[in-house]
């Protein structure tokens, strides 16, 4: 069964370094999410992403933030200057289309700033 | 989308249903229902979703009361491997741009399965 995938599954980096996660999503998917889940909360909508462009982002997604899908298959998510609150798990989701698709997500990256 | 109230946490013993319930009652006609679980941290994993008809796939049933202001999950013969956080979320239009068709977590319910 196709799957989401991410990587690297973890990735440590000093605060105001530059990351970027990695995500290959489902192949006939056009609709493509970030999430985050901060250690014991609940996972919140960072981003999402149709024909090539943000279809709509949340506050948490800010000019630190950026997304991108440079070729047909990686969608990937970049942090320019991380803080230690960015310390989260990052989990990138894909569907195949809006209200009776589902969303399929990869098993994320746990970012640590240190 | 419509807000949802789930129970924080739920028993169940091993080999028996697990009958997780959701009130969704400011729910509108076009709004589905969705079910994830996430286990420990792993990415939250799809169950099943409907709109107004009760649903089974192989992993869960979701019944979905006629009025539509509740649904249960039932997972027929629970197992350990099912011990999770259970997500119920409801999903649709909003008037307007910029609706993707995100899902909103909530808390959800956390199963525990005991043997």
């Known amino acids: 069964e196709p799957e989401v995938t991410q990587t690297p599954s973890h990735q440590v980096t000093q605060m105001g370094q530059e990351v970027i996660l990695r995500c290959v999503p489902i192949?006939?998917?056009?609709?493509f999410y970030w999430y985050r889940q901060i250690l014991g909360q609940k996972v919140e909508f960072l981003v999402s992403f149709y024909n090539n462009e943000i279809s709509e982002k949340s506050e948490i997604f800010d000019d630190q933030f950026s997304v991108e899908r440079p070729d047909g298959s990686n969608f990937t998510l970049k942090i320019r200057s991380t803080k230690l609150e960015d310390s989260a798990m990052y989990f990138c989701?894909?569907?195949?289309?809006?209200?009776?698709?589902?969303?399929?997500f990869g098993n994320g990256t746990r970012l640590t700033v240190t | 989308d419509a807000k949802t109230t789930q129970p924080p946490s739920m028993d169940c013993a091993e080999g028996r249903a697990a009958n997780l319930p959701c009130n969704h009652s400011t729910i509108s006609g076009n709004e589905y229902v969705y079910w994830y679980r996430q286990i420990h941290s792993q990415g939250p994993q799809y169950i099943i979703h409907?709109?107004?008809n009760n649903e089974t796939n192989e992993m869960a049933s979701l019944i979905i009361t006629e009025d539509r202001k509740s649904s249960t999950l039932i997972l027929p013969h629970a197992t350990l491997r099912d011990t999770a956080v259970y997500y119920c979320?409801?999903?649709?239009?909003?008037?307007?741009?910029?609706?993707?068709?995100?899902?909103?977590f909530g808390q959800g319910t956390t199963l525990q399965v005991k043997p």
């Open positions: 979320i409801v999903r649709g239009y909003l008037h307007g741009s910029g609706n993707t068709g995100k899902l909103i």
């Open positions: 409907g709109l107004k």
């Open positions: 989701a894909s569907s195949e289309g809006r209200y009776n698709s589902p969303l399929h």
């Open positions: 192949s006939n998917h056009l609709y």
